[in-house]
């Protein structure tokens, strides 16, 4: 709701697209995060559920990710990046720092070393490469 706001009250930022189909694309990658990486890996790192329902997850992100495109739904930041990306950083941080309640295993190990999670850990990448979010998280 908040990235919402602010692409309403900035709308030439391109946070949001104006065309309807790209603003649905957007909102459908927003709620596919919630659903697909957010729950799953909360739960997971909680000791709730097993590492195979986080790996579900990126693979159905995965699939809405176009080939050759950097960014989720256009070709620059919008609401739908914003909204996975501290999700993506604390994939990155959670195995480093021995985080939560499960024997917490790194999406860059084997799993995403191989083709089958190639595009997803491309995407992941150059989220993670973004200053805005290296100088949060690092």
């Known amino acids: 709701v908040i990235l919402e706001f602010l692409a309403d009250l900035y709308p030439d930022s391109g946070l949001l697209p104006k065309d309807p189909v790209l603003c649905a694309k957007v909102r459908f990658f927003v709620n596919a995060t919630t659903k697909h990486i957010e729950e799953p890996c909360h739960a997971f790192v909680q000791g709730r559920e097993s590492y195979d329902n986080a790996l579900k997850g990126t693979e159905f992100i995965q699939g809405l990710l176009e080939e050759g495109r950097d960014f989720a739904v256009e070709d620059?930041?919008?609401?739908?990046?914003?909204?996975?990306s501290p999700h993506l950083a604390r994939l990155k941080i959670v195995p480093e720092t021995d985080l939560g309640r499960a024997h917490v295993r790194s999406f860059s190990r084997e799993e995403s070393k191989g083709p089958k999670y190639a595009k997803f850990m491309k995407y992941v990448q150059r989220i993670l490469e973004r200053p805005s979010l290296k100088q949060t998280h690092d």
């Open 76 to 84: 620059h930041n919008t609401i739908a990046d914003a909204c996975i």
